[in-house]
Protein backbone atom coordinates (compact mmCIF):
# COMPACT_ATOMS: atom_id res chain seq x y z
CA UNK A 1 0.00 0.00 0.00
CA UNK A 2 2.66 2.59 0.82
CA UNK A 3 4.49 1.46 -2.10
CA UNK A 4 1.16 2.24 -4.06
CA UNK A 5 0.73 5.53 -2.32
CA UNK A 6 4.55 6.68 -2.71
CA UNK A 7 4.33 6.53 -6.82
CA UNK A 8 1.41 8.61 -7.36
CA UNK A 9 2.44 12.15 -8.49
CA UNK A 10 0.76 14.80 -6.94
CA UNK A 11 -1.16 16.99 -6.12
CA UNK A 12 -1.00 19.23 -9.60
CA UNK A 13 -3.88 21.63 -10.38
CA UNK A 14 -7.09 20.54 -12.08
CA UNK A 15 -7.46 22.41 -15.34
CA UNK A 16 -9.96 22.47 -18.64
CA UNK A 17 -8.06 19.93 -19.90
CA UNK A 18 -8.80 17.49 -17.47
CA UNK A 19 -12.68 17.48 -17.80
CA UNK A 20 -12.59 14.42 -19.88
CA UNK A 21 -10.27 12.49 -17.69
CA UNK A 22 -12.36 14.01 -14.51
CA UNK A 23 -15.28 12.63 -16.49
CA UNK A 24 -14.25 9.16 -16.51
CA UNK A 25 -12.93 8.74 -13.35
CA UNK A 26 -16.05 10.46 -11.80
CA UNK A 27 -18.99 8.56 -13.40
CA UNK A 28 -16.61 5.25 -12.95
CA UNK A 29 -16.17 5.81 -9.27
CA UNK A 30 -19.78 7.05 -8.31
CA UNK A 31 -21.33 3.99 -10.51
CA UNK A 32 -19.32 1.99 -8.89
CA UNK A 33 -20.39 2.74 -5.30
CA UNK A 34 -23.65 2.54 -6.44
CA UNK A 35 -23.31 -0.58 -7.83
CA UNK A 36 -21.94 -1.83 -3.91
CA UNK A 37 -25.09 -0.58 -2.47
CA UNK A 38 -27.44 -2.71 -4.14
CA UNK A 39 -28.64 0.33 -6.65
CA UNK A 40 -27.29 -1.82 -10.02
CA UNK A 41 -29.26 -0.49 -12.16
CA UNK A 42 -27.70 3.13 -11.47
CA UNK A 43 -25.08 4.82 -14.09
CA UNK A 44 -23.67 8.05 -13.12
CA UNK A 45 -23.52 10.46 -16.27
CA UNK A 46 -20.51 12.98 -17.30
CA UNK A 47 -20.91 16.36 -15.58
CA UNK A 48 -21.72 19.11 -18.08
CA UNK A 49 -18.21 20.99 -19.24
CA UNK A 50 -20.20 24.64 -17.55
CA UNK A 51 -20.39 22.43 -14.30
CA UNK A 52 -16.73 21.35 -14.39
CA UNK A 53 -15.40 24.61 -15.02
CA UNK A 54 -17.30 26.35 -12.51
CA UNK A 55 -16.12 23.78 -9.90
CA UNK A 56 -13.10 24.31 -11.07
CA UNK A 57 -12.27 27.89 -11.08
CA UNK A 58 -14.30 28.10 -7.70
CA UNK A 59 -11.97 25.87 -6.17
CA UNK A 60 -8.86 27.51 -7.77
CA UNK A 61 -5.50 26.54 -6.04
CA UNK A 62 -8.01 23.91 -3.74
CA UNK A 63 -8.61 22.06 -7.06
CA UNK A 64 -6.04 18.87 -6.98
CA UNK A 65 -5.70 15.63 -8.87
CA UNK A 66 -3.28 12.95 -8.89
CA UNK A 67 -1.56 10.47 -11.33
CA UNK A 68 -0.40 6.82 -11.50
CA UNK A 69 2.86 5.91 -12.76
CA UNK A 70 1.53 5.92 -16.62
CA UNK A 71 0.11 9.51 -15.93
CA UNK A 72 -3.58 8.96 -16.10
CA UNK A 73 -5.45 10.04 -13.55
CA UNK A 74 -5.67 8.50 -9.78
CA UNK A 75 -7.75 10.68 -8.05
CA UNK A 76 -9.07 14.58 -7.61
CA UNK A 77 -10.59 16.18 -4.70
CA UNK A 78 -11.91 19.51 -5.03
CA UNK A 79 -11.43 22.05 -1.83
CA UNK A 80 -13.93 24.91 -1.95
CA UNK A 81 -13.32 27.72 0.90
CA UNK A 82 -16.22 30.74 0.98
CA UNK A 83 -14.73 32.93 3.95
CA UNK A 84 -14.11 30.54 6.53
CA UNK A 85 -15.99 28.45 5.33
CA UNK A 86 -14.38 25.23 3.57
CA UNK A 87 -15.80 21.96 2.33
CA UNK A 88 -14.81 19.33 -0.64
CA UNK A 89 -16.27 17.63 -3.75
CA UNK A 90 -16.48 16.33 -5.45
CA UNK A 91 -13.62 13.98 -4.88
CA UNK A 92 -13.18 10.08 -6.23
CA UNK A 93 -10.48 7.52 -6.61
CA UNK A 94 -10.31 5.34 -9.69
CA UNK A 95 -12.25 2.24 -8.29
CA UNK A 96 -9.29 -0.28 -8.54
CA UNK A 97 -7.10 2.11 -6.26
CA UNK A 98 -9.93 2.13 -3.90
CA UNK A 99 -8.64 0.87 -0.09
CA UNK A 100 -5.10 1.27 -0.91
CA UNK A 101 -4.64 4.63 0.94
CA UNK A 102 -5.38 6.62 -2.00
CA UNK A 103 -8.38 8.27 -0.29
CA UNK A 104 -6.84 9.11 2.47
CA UNK A 105 -4.20 10.92 0.91
CA UNK A 106 -6.23 13.14 -0.74
CA UNK A 107 -9.09 14.44 2.00
CA UNK A 108 -5.70 15.17 4.10
CA UNK A 109 -4.28 17.26 1.59
CA UNK A 110 -7.25 19.01 0.96
CA UNK A 111 -7.90 19.35 4.84
CA UNK A 112 -4.09 20.57 5.14
CA UNK A 113 -5.02 22.92 2.37
CA UNK A 114 -8.21 24.43 3.90
CA UNK A 115 -6.62 24.64 7.37
CA UNK A 116 -3.51 26.82 5.76
CA UNK A 117 -5.98 29.19 4.35
CA UNK A 118 -8.14 29.80 7.27
CA UNK A 119 -10.80 27.73 7.46
CA UNK A 120 -13.03 27.22 10.41
CA UNK A 121 -15.20 24.74 9.24
CA UNK A 122 -14.70 21.95 6.76
CA UNK A 123 -16.54 19.54 5.68
CA UNK A 124 -18.12 17.07 3.13
CA UNK A 125 -21.39 15.03 2.07
CA UNK A 126 -21.98 11.52 1.42
CA UNK A 127 -24.73 9.52 0.90
CA UNK A 128 -26.07 8.20 4.26
CA UNK A 129 -26.73 4.68 3.09
CA UNK A 130 -23.33 4.04 2.89
CA UNK A 131 -21.96 2.88 6.32
CA UNK A 132 -18.20 2.25 4.37
CA UNK A 133 -17.82 6.05 3.17
CA UNK A 134 -19.14 7.14 6.97
CA UNK A 135 -16.07 5.30 8.53
CA UNK A 136 -13.92 6.31 6.62
CA UNK A 137 -14.40 10.07 7.15
CA UNK A 138 -14.87 9.26 10.55
CA UNK A 139 -11.16 7.62 11.04
CA UNK A 140 -10.31 10.97 9.49
CA UNK A 141 -11.84 13.12 12.19
CA UNK A 142 -15.55 14.01 10.40
CA UNK A 143 -18.07 13.23 12.50
CA UNK A 144 -21.84 12.82 11.17
CA UNK A 145 -24.06 15.85 11.45
CA UNK A 146 -27.74 16.31 9.77
CA UNK A 147 -28.79 15.58 6.46
CA UNK A 148 -29.14 17.17 3.67
CA UNK A 149 -32.23 17.28 1.21
CA UNK A 150 -32.44 17.44 -2.44
CA UNK A 151 -35.66 18.84 -3.25
CA UNK A 152 -37.38 20.03 -6.28
CA UNK A 153 -40.46 21.74 -7.42
CA UNK A 154 -41.90 23.06 -10.44
CA UNK A 155 -41.67 26.46 -11.42
CA UNK A 156 -45.20 28.09 -11.58
CA UNK A 157 -45.54 26.28 -8.16
CA UNK A 158 -42.74 28.37 -6.54
CA UNK A 159 -43.29 31.96 -8.78
CA UNK A 160 -45.80 34.53 -7.18
CA UNK A 161 -44.45 36.92 -9.66
CA UNK A 162 -41.71 38.63 -7.16
CA UNK A 163 -39.90 41.22 -8.49
CA UNK A 164 -36.29 40.27 -7.39
CA UNK A 165 -32.78 42.54 -8.41
CA UNK A 166 -30.41 40.70 -10.49
CA UNK A 167 -26.99 40.83 -10.22
CA UNK A 168 -26.07 41.00 -13.47
CA UNK A 169 -27.94 44.17 -14.14
CA UNK A 170 -26.02 46.47 -12.20
CA UNK A 171 -23.03 46.58 -13.51
CA UNK A 172 -22.37 50.43 -12.89
CA UNK A 173 -22.84 49.47 -8.88
CA UNK A 174 -21.11 46.05 -9.40
CA UNK A 175 -18.67 46.38 -6.26
CA UNK A 176 -21.28 48.19 -4.05
CA UNK A 177 -23.66 45.36 -4.68
CA UNK A 178 -21.22 42.81 -3.83
CA UNK A 179 -20.06 44.88 -0.63
CA UNK A 180 -24.03 44.79 0.23
CA UNK A 181 -24.03 40.68 -0.26
CA UNK A 182 -21.28 40.33 1.42
CA UNK A 183 -21.80 42.31 4.61
CA UNK A 184 -25.41 40.71 4.88
CA UNK A 185 -24.17 37.11 4.60
CA UNK A 186 -21.34 37.98 6.91
CA UNK A 187 -24.16 39.45 9.46
CA UNK A 188 -25.82 36.75 9.72
CA UNK A 189 -23.45 34.21 10.02
CA UNK A 190 -20.02 35.99 10.38
CA UNK A 191 -16.50 34.72 8.50
CA UNK A 192 -18.89 33.34 5.51
CA UNK A 193 -18.13 35.46 2.20
CA UNK A 194 -20.11 34.32 -1.07
CA UNK A 195 -18.50 37.18 -3.32
CA UNK A 196 -16.16 34.11 -5.33
CA UNK A 197 -19.34 32.01 -5.98
CA UNK A 198 -21.44 35.21 -7.15
CA UNK A 199 -18.71 36.47 -9.36
CA UNK A 200 -17.95 33.47 -11.02
CA UNK A 201 -21.30 32.78 -11.91
CA UNK A 202 -22.22 35.99 -13.23
CA UNK A 203 -18.48 36.04 -14.96
CA UNK A 204 -19.00 32.35 -16.47
CA UNK A 205 -22.90 33.33 -17.14
CA UNK A 206 -23.75 30.69 -15.88
CA UNK A 207 -26.72 31.54 -13.72
CA UNK A 208 -27.68 34.49 -11.30
CA UNK A 209 -27.65 36.02 -7.90
CA UNK A 210 -31.16 37.42 -7.39
CA UNK A 211 -31.65 39.87 -4.57
CA UNK A 212 -34.50 40.40 -2.48
CA UNK A 213 -35.32 44.08 -0.77
CA UNK A 214 -38.40 45.20 1.25
CA UNK A 215 -38.73 48.98 1.30
CA UNK A 216 -35.46 49.48 -0.25
CA UNK A 217 -33.63 46.87 2.90
CA UNK A 218 -31.65 43.62 1.39
CA UNK A 219 -33.23 41.23 2.93
CA UNK A 220 -31.69 38.25 1.54
CA UNK A 221 -30.47 36.92 -1.93
CA UNK A 222 -29.77 33.57 -3.79
CA UNK A 223 -26.99 32.44 -6.16
CA UNK A 224 -28.60 29.80 -8.82
CA UNK A 225 -27.27 28.27 -12.02
CA UNK A 226 -29.15 27.15 -15.25
CA UNK A 227 -27.12 25.12 -17.05
CA UNK A 228 -27.53 21.69 -17.53
CA UNK A 229 -26.06 19.39 -14.67
CA UNK A 230 -25.40 16.48 -17.26
CA UNK A 231 -23.29 16.44 -20.24
CA UNK A 232 -25.66 16.39 -23.31
CA UNK A 233 -29.06 17.26 -21.65
CA UNK A 234 -31.54 19.53 -21.72
CA UNK A 235 -31.12 22.48 -19.08
CA UNK A 236 -34.77 22.09 -17.55
CA UNK A 237 -34.19 23.09 -14.26
CA UNK A 238 -32.59 25.45 -12.17
CA UNK A 239 -30.50 25.07 -9.26
CA UNK A 240 -30.23 27.24 -5.74
CA UNK A 241 -26.43 26.76 -4.54
CA UNK A 242 -26.35 29.69 -1.61
CA UNK A 243 -29.64 31.36 0.28
CA UNK A 244 -29.17 33.86 2.39
CA UNK A 245 -31.84 35.27 4.00
CA UNK A 246 -32.69 37.20 7.81
CA UNK A 247 -36.14 34.95 8.18
CA UNK A 248 -38.31 32.11 6.47
CA UNK A 249 -40.35 34.77 5.09
CA UNK A 250 -37.75 36.49 3.49
CA UNK A 251 -36.71 32.56 2.33
CA UNK A 252 -40.01 32.55 0.52
CA UNK A 253 -39.19 35.89 -1.18
CA UNK A 254 -36.21 34.64 -2.61
CA UNK A 255 -37.25 31.49 -4.10
CA UNK A 256 -40.24 33.36 -5.22
CA UNK A 257 -37.98 35.93 -6.97
CA UNK A 258 -35.54 32.68 -8.69
CA UNK A 259 -38.56 31.44 -10.07
CA UNK A 260 -40.18 34.68 -11.74
CA UNK A 261 -36.91 35.39 -13.06
CA UNK A 262 -35.96 31.84 -14.35
CA UNK A 263 -39.25 31.45 -15.89
CA UNK A 264 -38.39 34.35 -18.46
CA UNK A 265 -38.57 32.57 -22.44
CA UNK A 266 -38.42 28.90 -22.89
CA UNK A 267 -35.97 27.13 -20.73
CA UNK A 268 -36.28 25.13 -17.28
CA UNK A 269 -39.46 24.19 -15.64
CA UNK A 270 -38.24 23.01 -12.27
CA UNK A 271 -36.30 24.40 -9.08
CA UNK A 272 -33.70 22.37 -7.39
CA UNK A 273 -32.07 23.04 -3.88
CA UNK A 274 -30.69 20.86 -0.99
CA UNK A 275 -32.01 22.10 1.88
CA UNK A 276 -30.04 21.81 4.90
CA UNK A 277 -32.56 20.09 7.75
CA UNK A 278 -30.13 22.54 10.46
CA UNK A 279 -33.24 24.46 9.16
CA UNK A 280 -36.62 22.45 9.52
CA UNK A 281 -39.23 25.47 9.60
CA UNK A 282 -37.92 26.03 5.97
CA UNK A 283 -37.97 22.28 5.25
CA UNK A 284 -41.56 22.74 6.36
CA UNK A 285 -41.98 25.68 3.75
CA UNK A 286 -40.99 23.95 1.36
CA UNK A 287 -42.86 20.95 1.89
CA UNK A 288 -45.28 23.35 2.26
CA UNK A 289 -45.02 25.02 -1.19
CA UNK A 290 -44.83 21.97 -2.65
CA UNK A 291 -41.51 21.19 -3.30
CA UNK A 292 -41.21 16.84 -3.48
CA UNK A 293 -37.64 15.24 -1.86
CA UNK A 294 -35.64 13.67 -4.27
CA UNK A 295 -32.60 12.63 -2.58
CA UNK A 296 -30.79 12.60 0.98
CA UNK A 297 -27.12 13.32 1.74
CA UNK A 298 -25.30 13.64 5.33
CA UNK A 299 -23.39 16.53 6.03
CA UNK A 300 -20.27 15.30 7.99
CA UNK A 301 -17.74 18.00 9.70
CA UNK A 302 -14.34 17.75 11.06
CA UNK A 303 -14.28 17.50 14.49
CA UNK A 304 -18.61 17.68 14.70
CA UNK A 305 -20.32 20.26 16.14
CA UNK A 306 -22.12 23.08 14.66
CA UNK A 307 -21.35 24.29 11.49
CA UNK A 308 -21.21 28.65 12.63
CA UNK A 309 -23.60 30.69 14.54
CA UNK A 310 -26.25 31.88 12.33
CA UNK A 311 -29.00 33.87 12.69
CA UNK A 312 -31.59 34.03 9.73
CA UNK A 313 -31.18 31.01 7.00
CA UNK A 314 -27.41 30.79 5.68
CA UNK A 315 -27.76 27.93 3.41
CA UNK A 316 -24.93 26.70 1.12
CA UNK A 317 -24.64 23.85 -1.09
CA UNK A 318 -21.52 21.60 -0.70
CA UNK A 319 -22.27 20.08 -3.87
CA UNK A 320 -21.64 21.63 -7.78
Known sequence: MRRLEAALTGPERVTLQDVDALNRL??????????????TGVRVP?????????????????AMLWRDPDGQLAAFNLAHLSGTEGWMGPLAVRPSLQGLGVGRRIVLAAIEW?????????????????????????SLGFLPGRLTVTML???????????????SQARAERDARLAELSALSCRLAPGVDY?????????LGVGETTLVRIEGRLVGFGVWHR?????????????ALKIVAEDVDAFRLVLAAIATEARQGAGPTRLALRCQTAYPEVYAALLAT???????????????????AVEGIVMSNWEI
Open 227 to 239: VSLALGRPADEVR
Open 290 to 308: GFRVQWTDLRMLLGGGPER
Open 153 to 167: ADLAVVDRRTAGELF
Open 46 to 62: FLSRDVWRFAIEDAGEG
Open 195 to 203: RREILLTDD
Open 114 to 138: LHRRGATVIGLETMPRTAENIGFYG
Open 26 to 39: FSDAFTDRYHRDGL
